[in-house]
């Protein structure tokens, strides 16, 4: 494995992706991200495991939760305990249930895409800006993604791209520096942009 | 490998190598379709999801190549099954001002559900819940009873909410009985079981949503973000039945439900093995 090789897949992965999604730089780090996961494990069908749910946000089935699984999903969370401790200690359970929509999806059920897409807010534990943004920016990738998806090219590149990778050794990367490759290939095709917004 | 399994894997094989050699995209959507329900009927949960996908993709180049009524109604019914409420609509709309022809049954069920759907859209919400439950009860059409049963527990639990004391209790009542309904036509679905244990949560039933829960992840779930709800729900009901127990019998209860997560392949009792470490 050469860790330069990997780097030189990812500028060049970058930039055939961002063809595909010309107006939606924000969606390379999540795509990249599916791809890289399903590389590192070395199951080359990616169009089933992306289609699966890895790049398109499902819907939930049962949305509406009782107030004590709202606030148990709050107190059992380290990040929304600390930030949120204010409302779940004075029981403001309808301050908690406008934020629950957007926050159990990510931290709840770990929707790797909506990690993806809001990860510079996850590591900076700033989750009341993803309450802020989740509709907007999940509508967008929403869109952004569909005519990308419906083009037999894009997965036929993911496709090479995934095989690419893994036979260039991307399994024996830690996840992290995995990320920080991508991040860094981004931001080199994007300089005047955080590369996962 | 059982027999079984090996049927199976054996079918799924000869259906891949059909689907390659399918030209039009409707046919490959039509095939796709047809994969994803004999995979729902056997529970391959997260490849029903992905057929189901690649069904949609198909049917969506069919529509822009060659609109024709059929390939909106197989549009519309893989949206249904992926939950696309108002996409579903909308291609029910189509095919039928396309002229598909209303004489089957299950047409005439799904042309209903798409009703529904744009009733909810349009803040139509009762007249929709009244839609769903006919729908739920009624339909002999798999996918639109599903789906329909999903829609009016959501729909129903959501008007539960603003509810208070007896008026809760008795719209919670009614819901238990027609999610019993469901599972009196179909015990082996996992789905019913994970909606009745999501009612039976809003009853503060907690053993019972507990017991609902672990027979939907035995019987399994239609997609991967069901059972992980399904999967949270059983963590949330756990934590508060031992909150409430002697320490006996929470001793009894901790070793009976480490036989179920070392069955699933927890790392511990409340961590499922899909949970970042």
Redesign the interface.
């Known amino acids: 494995m050469s860790r330069n090789d990997i780097e030189q897949a990812l500028v060049r992965g970058v930039e055939a992706l961002a063809a595909f999604l010309p107006s939606a730089p924000f969606l390379l780090f999540p795509v990249l991200s599916s791809v890289c996961v399903w590389a590192v494990r070395r199951v080359f069908n990616y169009?089933?495991?992306i289609?699966?749910?890895r790049v398109?946000l499902?819907?939930?089935?049962?949305?509406?939760?009782?107030d004590?699984?709202i606030l148990?999903?709050f107190r059992?969370d380290r990040v929304l305990a600390e930030v949120y401790a204010d409302e779940v200690a004075s029981g403001d359970i309808n301050g908690l249930r406008a934020a629950f929509p957007a926050l159990y999806p990510i931290l709840?059920?770990?929707?790797a895409f909506l990690q993806a897409l809001f990860r510079p807010e996850l590591e900076a534990g700033d989750v009341r800006r993803i309450v802020a943004e989740f509709k907007p920016r999940a509508a967008a990738a929403v869109e952004e993604m569909g005519p990308a998806?419906?083009d037999p090219a894009f997965w036929s590149f993911l496709e090479a791209f995934g095989m690419e990778l893994a036979s260039l050794g991307l399994h024996l990367l830690k996840d992290g520096t995995v990320e920080a490759l991508i991040l860094a290939a981004i931001e080199a095709r994007y300089p005047d942009q955080d590369g996962s917004a | 490998m059982t027999g079984r399994a090996g049927r199976r894997l054996i079918a799924l094989a000869l259906c891949a190598g059909f689907l390659a050699g399918c030209s039009s995209p409707l046919k490959r959507a039509k095939l796709y379709f047809t994969r994803a329900q004999e995979l729902d009927r056997s529970y391959g949960s997260e490849t029903a999801v992905a057929a189901m996908k690649r069904a949609l993709i198909e049917a969506e180049t069919a529509v822009r190549k060659d609109p024709s009524a059929q390939a909106y109604m197989i549009k519309g019914l893989a949206e249904v099954r992926l939950e696309r409420w108002q996409e579903a609509a909308e291609s029910f709309r189509r095919s039928f001002a396309l002229g598909f022809a209303p004489g089957e049954q299950w047409a005439a069920d799904a042309a209903l559900l798409g009703a529904a759907l744009a009733f909810e859209a349009s803040g139509m919400e009762e007249t929709a819940g009244r839609v769903y439950a006919h729908l739920m009860g009624r339909s002999k059409f798999a996918p639109v009873r599903q789906a329909a049963a999903g829609r009016h527990v959501d729909l129903a639990l959501a008007g539960a909410l603003v509810l208070e004391g007896k008026d809760k209790d008795k719209a919670l009542a009614a819901l238990v009985k027609d999610v019993g309904r469901l599972l009196g036509d179909d015990f082996s679905s996992g789905f019913a079981h994970y909606l009745l244990s999501q009612v039976l949560g809003h009853r503060s039933e907690l053993g019972s949503s507990y017991e609902e829960a672990v027979m939907a992840r035995e019987l399994g779930l239609p997609s991967e973000k069901i059972l992980r709800d399904n999967d949270n729900q059983i963590v949330f009901c756990r934590d508060r039945i031992r909150e409430g127990l002697p320490p006996a019998e929470r001793a009894r209860f901790d070793a009976a439900h480490e036989t179920w997560t070392k069955r699933w392949g927890w790392r511990d009792a409340r961590t499922p093995p899909w949970k970042k470490e």
Do not use: C, M, Q
Not at chain 1, 58 to 66: C, G, I, L, M, Q
């Open positions: 169009r089933d495991h289609l699966t749910w398109w499902d819907p939930e089935s049962v949305r509406t939760k009782p004590d699984f148990h999903f059992n709840g059920l770990e929707d998806a419906s």
